[in-house]
C-alpha cells in the first residue's frame, strides 16, 4: 500500500549531494523528505578513498572541472569553498589529513561523513527513506510535483534531483535523474564514463599487459590535456590517477601519449649514460630510470613499436635523438575504458545552460533542481567531485 505524503521538498537522492541539500533546506524549516533507492545512504562516500573518503580539495577551482560550460560551477563553487566543507568537519571533530596535492581524507573513516550528514538532517528534521526507487515524476495543473516510489507517493512545491550518474553499478547507480530532465524536455549532454581505466587491444595489450602491477609517476597528454601523476599497468591496459585524469578527455580513436621521464629532458639524460656507460644496452641503461621489466619491454618486439636494444656506443645522435622522443610521448591507443562498472564517476548530464548556476533551478520548470553528479560538471580526480556535491547541494539547499 502507498503512503501518501506533502513535503514542502523532495530530494531524489541520499548520496552526498542529496543529503547535504536536505540538511541546509531543512534548517531553514523546510519540511523534506529524501528518497533513496538503495538500503543505505551515501555509499560512494563509504567506498571512496578507500574507505576514507577523499572528502574535498584544499586547491578545487573552476579549472578542475569538466564541462561543456565552463564557467557554470563558479558562482556555487565561489560562494561555498573547501574551507567551508572543512570547517564543518572540524566542528564535527572528524581528524582528517592532507595526502598529497591538497586531498584530504579522513583519518579512521568515511563513515564519520555519513554520520555528520545523517545526523544534520536528524537534527533539521528531515525524512530520510531508504528503499525508495523512484519511478516517476509529473507536475500537476497546479504546478506541484507528483513523485511515486516504491511504497511511497508524495506531493511536493519543489523536487532536487540528486541521483547521481551512472558509474558504479553495482551500487545501485541508475540514468533516473537524466530520464526525469527529458522529460521536461531538458536537454542532457551524453553520459559516458569518466575516471576510468583504459584498456588495450592487440599486440599492445599483449606485451604491456604482462607488466600489471607495475607503476611510475609520467605525464600523460590527450590533445592539450596534460596531467602527472601515477600510471599503474594492468593485465587489461592502463590504470592509475594520471590514466584516470585523462580519461576525462578522451574520446575513441585519440592517442594517449606517456612521458615515461616525467617531464625530464630524457635526451640529455641518455647522452650523460652513453659517455658513462659506452658499452651498456639500452634496456640496461634505462632500467636505472625505470622499472627493469617496463625497460625491457619498451626495448624489445617488433622492429616498428620497440626501441630495439643496441649498446649505447652504437645510438649516433639522430637515433638517440627519436629514442628520446619516443620515450617522452610513447603512444598508446586504447581501444575503449573499461566503462561504468570501474568509473569513479559519469560525464556529460544535464545540460547547464537549461539550470541558473546560481541555485542549480531548471530555468522553466519552476520548482525543479538538479544537483551533483546527474549534471555537466565532473571534477578531476582528488576530492573535487565532492566538493561540486557540496556546492552545489548549498546552492540548491539554501532556496529550495
Known amino acids: 500500500m502507498e503512503e501518501r505524503h506533502s513535503p514542502d521538498v523532495l530530494v531524489l537522492g541520499g548520496g552526498a549531494a542529496g543529503l547535504m541539500c536536505a540538511a541546509v533546506a531543512g534548517a531553514r524549516g523546510r519540511r523534506v523528505t529524501v528518497l533513496e533507492a538503495s538500503n543505505r545512504c551515501g555509499k560512494k562516500i563509504l567506498m571512496s578513498g578507500g574507505g576514507r573518503c577523499n572528502f574535498t580539495n584544499m586547491h578545487s577551482t573552476p579549472a578542475n572541472f569538466v564541462s561543456a560550460n565552463p564557467h557554470f560551477c563558479k558562482s556555487a563553487l565561489a560562494r561555498y569553498t573547501p574551507a567551508d566543507f572543512i570547517a564543518k568537519v572540524e566542528a564535527r571533530g572528524i581528524a582528517y589529513h592532507e595526502k598529497e596535492r591538497g586531498q584530504l581524507f579522513c583519518d579512521e573513516s568515511s563513515k564519520h561523513i555519513v554520520a555528520m550528514l545523517l545526523d544534520d538532517c536528524a537534527a533539521a528534521g528531515v525524512d530520510v527513506r531508504l528503499r525508495c526507487p523512484v519511478y516517476s515524476v509529473v507536475r500537476d495543473d497546479e504546478g506541484r510535483f507528483e513523485v511515486r516510489a516504491?511504497?511511497?507517493?508524495?506531493?511536493?512545491?519543489?523536487?532536487?534531483?540528486?541521483?547521481?550518474?551512472?558509474?558504479?553499478?553495482?551500487?545501485g547507480a541508475s540514468g533516473i535523474g537524466f530520464d526525469i530532465a527529458r522529460a521536461f524536455g531538458l536537454a542532457v549532454h551524453t553520459p559516458r564514463p569518466g575516471l576510468v581505466p583504459f584498456v588495450l587491444s592487440g599486440e599492445a595489450r599483449q606485451r604491456f599487459g604482462t607488466l600489471s602491477g607495475i607503476g611510475l609517476d609520467v605525464e600523460?597528454?590527450?590533445?592539450?590535456?596534460?596531467?602527472?601523476?601515477?600510471?599503474?599497468?594492468?593485465?587489461?591496459?592502463?590504470?592509475?590517477?594520471?590514466?584516470?585524469?585523462?580519461?576525462?578527455?578522451?574520446?575513441?580513436?585519440?592517442?594517449?601519449?606517456?612521458?615515461?621521464?616525467?617531464?625530464?629532458?630524457a635526451e640529455s639524460w641518455l647522452r650523460e649514460r652513453r659517455a658513462a656507460r659506452p658499452n651498456a644496452r639500452l634496456a640496461s641503461v634505462l632500467a636505472e630510470r625505470l622499472p627493469r621489466r617496463l625497460a625491457s619491454c619498451l626495448c624489445e618486439g617488433p622492429a616498428d613499436q620497440a626501441l630495439g636494444n643496441p649498446r649505447l656506443k652504437q645510438i649516433d645522435e639522430a637515433r638517440l635523438a627519436a629514442v628520446a622522443a619516443r620515450l617522452s610521448a610513447w603512444p598508446f591507443q586504447p581501444e575503449t575504458t573499461e566503462g561504468y562498472r570501474?568509473?569513479?564517476?559519469?560525464?556529460?548530464?544535464?545540460?547547464?545552460?537549461?539550470?541558473?548556476?546560481?541555485?542549480?533551478?531548471?530555468?522553466?520548470?519552476?520548482g525543479l533542481y538538479f544537483i551533483g553528479e546527474v549534471v555537466d560538471v565532473t571534477g578531476h580526480l582528488g576530492g573535487h567531485n565532492f566538493q561540486w556535491a557540496w556546492a552545489s547541494a548549498q546552492a540548491a539547499g539554501a532556496v529550495v
Not at 564517476?345 to 530555468?363: K, M, P, Q
Request: aromatic letters at 8%.
Open 150 to 171: 516504491e511504497g511511497f507517493r508524495a506531493r511536493a512545491d519543489a523536487v532536487v534531483v540528486a541521483t547521481g550518474g551512472l558509474s558504479i553499478p553495482k551500487m
Open 342 to 366: 570501474t568509473a569513479e564517476v559519469t560525464l556529460g548530464g544535464v545540460d547547464t545552460e537549461v539550470l541558473s548556476s546560481s541555485t542549480l533551478a531548471a530555468r522553466e520548470v519552476p
Open 220 to 265: 600523460a597528454t590527450c590533445g592539450n590535456t596534460v596531467f602527472d601523476a601515477g600510471l599503474l599497468f594492468t593485465h587489461r591496459g592502463l590504470s592509475g590517477p594520471a590514466m584516470l585524469q585523462i580519461s576525462s578527455y578522451w574520446q575513441p580513436g585519440d592517442t594517449v601519449q606517456v612521458d615515461f621521464y616525467n617531464g625530464e629532458a
